[in-house]
């Protein structure tokens, strides 16, 4: 297996970066949010609220856009990963992001192999665990690809065009109200705070923070002279993230507009039957197999670019590290068949705690460290815009945190 990592094709000094590199960032920040439980969610959401739940959708993609706007300029214009900044800011603080990050990351993996396994049964009628291991297989043999970097730019650009085609299929023949969801998207009858917290929380939480920006600093898209490109990058991953979430939700409400009950075990797969059938059944197999494949890959490569800055040894032996953390996640999941419910609360709980504290790191670096920005003035809206998003990241954490009350019971 090579040694070379992911950021093999990084540009020389002055170039611009590639434009598929580019492209695999916005799609890897993408993908990494759409997993099977953004699936799942926005399904039980959609069913729950109606067409009103295009109002929280509405809410919760502007607030994305705010924090991602921060987190990809600072690190961005930076050139340094949140890691990296955090312990410039305050010393042993990216030690502490990366084991939350890391731990995390490797939690929720084994529920994203667990994912790729209940696609794949969907798909072809695979035995659960054998599909757990054809999709970690798959991933890892992203990372045993000599140019691994243009590989997982490849699979997540292609996988995640090709979730949104087929969404958009099934959005299509379950003919929705759009005129209805038009109108709630901003005049709702039903305003849910919980679950548009919960909703930006499972898009720009944990390690899904990180994923885009930390490719984008792999391809060599930094300093203060692409900060136009690098917002046009951190817009455009996040609207790939919420085009999705409205194809789903339109697919979904087009379903239970007509007065359909889903099946309670698995509510996405019973509206995609519902809309078309069973080749609806099989397009839902897809979707999930290449939503939770796509959050499998930027799950793994994220956590472990937050150990590339402590040791020339990680940085040398990157893609093996990434191979393994797959390798140990596969692992869990065909020991267990599921990730460990007591370690998904703690996971929870834990990710909860990444947003407040690593975009304060951030906030603080663009507000009172310009020298870490190479003398960029950080622009006084996007930080105020930044302060509003960080207040509601303390909300999020602080309920995140309450689940740890479970794990006492």
Known sequence: MTDRTPVDEHPAPGTPAPRGALLGAMFLMATSAIGPGFITQTTVFTAQLGAAFAFAILVSLLVDIAIQLNVWRVVGVSGMRAQ????????????????????????????????????????????????????????????????????????????????ILLTLYVAFVSDPPLGEALKQSVAPETVDFLVITTLIGGTVGGYITYAGAHRMVDSGLTGPGNVRQINRSAVSGILITGLMRVLLFLAVLGVVAGGVTLAKENAPASAFEHAAGEAGLRLFGLIMWSAAVT?????????????????????????????????????????????????????????????????????????????????????????????????????????????LDDLWR
Not at 100 to 115: P, Q, S, T
Not at 118 to 137: P, Y
Not at 309 to 319: A, I, L, P, Y
């Open 84 to 163: 990296e900044l955090a312990n410039r800011v305050l010393p042993g603080a990216g030690y502490g992001l990366a084991a939350l990050d890391i731990f995390g990351g490797l939690v929720f993996n084994i529920g994203n192999i667990a994912g790729t396994a209940l696609g794949l049964n969907a798909l072809l009628g695979l035995d659960v665990k054998i599909g757990g291991g054809i999709s970690a297989l798959v991933a890892i043999a992203v990372f045993l690809s000599r140019r691994a970097g243009v590989a997982m730019d490849r699979i997540v650009v292609l996988l995640g065009g090709a979730m």
């Open 295 to 403: 959050s499998v890959i930027g799950a793994s490569y994220t956590s472990v670019s937050f150990l590339v800055s402590f040791s020339s040894f990680v940085e040398r032996h990157r893609n093996r590290l990434v191979v393994a953390f797959i390798l140990v996640s596969a692992a869990v999941y065909l020991a267990l068949g599921t990730a460990p419910a007591k370690l998904l609360v703690l996971a929870g709980a834990l990710n909860g705690l990444i947003l407040p504290f690593g975009l304060a790191v951030l906030l603080w670096a663009a507000a009172r460290r310009r020298d870490l920005l190479g003398g960029y003035r950080y622009p006084v809206w996007l930080l105020a815009v930044g302060a509003a998003a960080w207040l509601l990241a303390l909300y999020l954490g602080y309920n995140s945190l309450s689940g």
